[in-house]
């Protein structure tokens, strides 16, 4: 057979294939740019972007657990400013859509963020609402439906990129927040982002991570979010982006299957820096060995 068609489209951004970085795990490509040819991901998916500098939380701030690590690091980056000039001049050398997280406090600390990106070269824009909404006693954005919602349509009220909401499985139902994304105008949704976990030294008697809870990622939470994007898969119209501990091909095809049109891999990459290539040839290779001819009908295919 000819080769397999890997490409799929979001939200009317075209991909050359449907594996990305997920936030927070990849920087901007830099450091990853010795192990991974860009040019051959999907997508980057940029580390958080504020409107202004955070320094993030205190050390020590990640450690490891059984299989997966917790971070507290707090969305540390330099601020939209150095981005555009620094991290956005280094992506545009290479052929890979550029999708851009945007983090805040507020909503109008993410409005100015996706105000100063209107005019730049990015193709979408992925909406981080696990923050601490400070103005709802620190409750993410993404937790309460309503709050969702309306962060959601304020967005896309000024956004000139297609908008990913991102969204937290630390709700009871991903259903109700999903639908919330999707009426608020979210063009596409992503998910997992970590769960909220602890852990503690036994012999000191004190929190692991000074910020005591951190967010739980790695292989750990993979049937989590498999299940999760499952559901929300058939309460939404609008495509999702599935991740949360995918290792191999193998893991990416099972979110694949539930209802993910495209897939990020996170913490493995600090263990497997080849993973995002690794990923998206077994793909290929899944497809040749099955007789598929597209990997988008593989896309829900689950029975």
Known sequence: ??????????????????????????????????????????AVVTKGVSSVPWPGNPTPRVTEVTSGMLNAIGLQNPGVEVFVERDLAFLKQFDTRIIVNVCGRTEEEYLAVVERLADEPVDMLEINVSCPNVKEGAIAFGQKPEALYRITRRIKDIARQPVIMKLTPNVTDIAETARAAEAGGADALSMINTLTGMKIDVEKRTFVLANKTGG???????????????????????????????????????????????????????????????????????????????????????R
């Not at 939200?11 to 192990?35: I, R």
């Not at 979010?225 to 893991?251: K, L, Y």
């Open 216 to 302: 739980l990622s790695g292989p750990a939470i993979r049937p989590v979010a498999v299940r999760m994007v499952w559901q929300a898969s058939q309460a939404v119209s609008i495509p999702i982006i599935g991740m949360g501990g995918i290792a191999s091909a193998e893991d990416a095809l099972e979110f694949i299957l539930a209802g993910a049109s495209a897939v990020a891999a996170g913490a493995m990459n600090f263990v497997n820096p080849y993973l995002t290539e690794e990923i998206a040839d077994g793909i290929e290779a899944y497809l040749v060995r099955h007789g598929i001819g597209s990997v988008r009908d593989l896309i829900g295919a689950v």
């Open 1 to 42: 057979m000819n080769r397999p068609d890997l490409s799929v489209n979001i939200a009317g951004v075209s991909f050359k294939n449907p594996v990305m970085t997920a936030s927070g795990t990849f920087g901007s490509g830099m450091e990853y740019g010795q192990f991974v040819d860009l040019n051959r991901l999907g």
